[in-house]
């Protein structure tokens, strides 16, 4: 079994009943439900539903657990038909191929419950949860510490396996543990210093772990009226100087020193560039919109032509930030 990334026992897979087969085989339509739980694997669930992009082919294996136990019986049924693991979260910083994802695609955007402790100032929140919603709730209650993170459109799993960050700020800053889960079903709680974190990334990156919940530590005491007030500029900002009206994935690109991703595109001359239905932002040019229609081919083709353009003007091979995940053509 490999995953690739977004306390009940381990459930035993001579349990699972399906409304077709038992088996690994998703030639037909079917689900399977796993012992012990309300959970249902299904077959070829299309991915564009899940996903910023609003594009992206079936997966072989779809399941979208509500709680802990649902997650481990289902990377227990994973390790036992030895699929490949994916882990979407809200599916806003990635690009899935038109071909779809084979293996267990795990869905983690229903893993919910967040406590904010108001004697440590801390906020333990669950891997689905909302990072824009828990920034408002935090401003709401005079907490600082999130207001800079009203902007990311994702969830608390993949900003904290991706380092998520804007406004000088990032996850790393007020990390204090995140929860993982392994692949044997066993969890471990991991400190900023052992997840590695770099900019926009962490250990967690291309490894077996998925993410259950996070600790962040804030600080309470703030007029909550003036925390709002911040966060709302913050919001504001992000609306005006990027494109929200169409589905993209955010910045596709890292940004390279000394300039930014999107300052060394638009020099190239490709802001409005387009290629099918996917277009180089007008907004912003480290953007990459769904005008309608878009394939993820035509993106992928896109991110290409971006990164061929600016190398041969500037010397420099543009690193994607967004996650390609299944087939791709093979281009250089």
């Given at each position: ?42 077959t070829q669930v ?16 779809y399941?979208a ?9 289902s ?16 599916g806003?910083n ?7 994802i084979?293996?267990?695609v ?6 919910r419950?967040?406590?904010?402790n ?6 333990t ?22 207001e800079?993170a ?7 799993g993949?900003?904290?396996v ?43 990156q ?20 003036q925390?709002?007030?911040i ?5 504001s ?9 169409k ?16 300052w060394?595109?638009?020099?190239t ?7 099918g ?24 083709s ?9 190398q ?9 930030e ?11």
């Amino acid at each position: 079994m490999t995953i690739s990334q977004a306390t009940a026992s381990v459930c035993s897979i001579s349990g699972i009943k399906s409304n077709r087969q038992t088996t690994a085989s998703s030639n037909t339509k079917k689900e399977i439900y796993l012992p012990g739980t309300d959970c249902a694997i299904k077959t070829q669930v299309y991915l564009s539903g899940y996903t910023s992009y609003r594009v992206g082919g079936p997966a072989e294996w779809y399941v979208a657990p509500r709680n802990l136990k649902s997650l481990r019986a289902s990377i227990e049924y994973a390790k036992t038909y030895k699929l490949p693991i994916t882990v979407l979260g809200a599916g806003s910083n990635l690009l899935v191929s038109d071909r779809g994802i084979p293996g267990l695609v795990v869905v983690t955007r229903h893993l919910r419950h967040r406590q904010f402790n108001p004697e440590t100032g801390q906020l333990t929140v669950a891997a689905g949860e909302s990072i824009p919603g828990l920034a408002w709730e935090a401003a709401g209650l005079g907490w600082v510490g999130l207001e800079w993170a009203v902007g990311i459109p994702g969830t608390v799993g993949g900003a904290v396996v991706m380092n998520a960050g804007a406004h000088s700020s990032c996850i790393a800053d007020i990390l204090v543990s995140a929860q993982v889960l392994s692949p044997d079903g066993t969890l471990e709680t991991l400190t900023p210093s052992e997840l590695g974190y770099k900019y926009r990334t962490s250990n967690l990156q291309g490894g077996a772990s998925i993410v259950t919940q996070a600790t962040f530590q804030l600080q309470p005491g703030m007029a909550p009226e003036q925390l709002l007030a911040i966060t709302k500029e913050h919001k504001s900002h992000r609306l005006s100087t990027q494109p929200y009206d169409k589905p993209s994935c955010g910045s596709v690109f890292r940004n390279p020193k000394p300039h930014g991703a999107g300052w060394l595109i638009e020099q190239t001359g490709l802001k409005g560039f387009q290629i099918g239905n996917a277009q180089v932002a007008q907004r912003h040019a480290n953007f990459i919109v769904n005008c309608g229609g878009a394939s993820a081919g035509d993106i992928f083709s896109l991110i290409r032509h971006i990164q061929h353009q600016v190398q041969e003007q500037w010397s420099i091979w543009l690193e994607p930030e967004v996650k390609m995940i299944g087939e791709f053509p093979a281009m250089g």
